[in-house]
Nanobody
């Protein structure tokens, strides 16, 4: 059974940092493009970042560019989102997602939720003083 499990969320003060993790089980992430999304109360799910199967292509939404960094550890079958300089508007439930891609699409890196078909259950991030 394919499963993604996020961890690392919590309460942090503005300007602080958190690192989210997303561990895969039941499959290997090596053949998958992966992404991070977030959803704040009353808002639509937003694509935050993605990284391609190859690991060579990454992209970020304008709202997090320069503050968040996506990465993946092929050996640990885990992906990460390092979040620095957090702001209250970063408060949301954060989800990781994955989509299997072939070698010909190894640099595919979208940020639309419809592009991914495996999802974690989410982890809450609250940025507040």
């Amino acid at each position: 059974q394919l499963q993604l499990v996020e961890s690392g969320g919590g309460l942090v003060q503005p300007g602080g940092s958190l690192r989210l993790s997303c561990a895969a089980s039941g499959f290997t992430l090596n053949s998958y493009a992966i992404g991070w999304f977030r959803q704040a109360p009353g808002k639509e799910r937003e694509g935050v970042s993605c990284i391609s199967r190859s690991g060579l292509v990454a992209s970020y939404s304008d709202s997090v560019k320069g503050r968040f960094t996506i990465s993946r550890d092929y050996a640990k079958n885990t992906m990460y989102l390092q979040m620095n300089s957090l702001k209250p508007e970063d408060t949301a439930i954060y989800y990781c997602a994955a989509k299997r891609r072939g070698l010909s699409d190894s640099n595919w890196c979208p940020r639309g939720a419809v592009d991914f078909d495996s999802w974690g259950q989410g982890t809450q991030v609250i940025v507040s003083s």
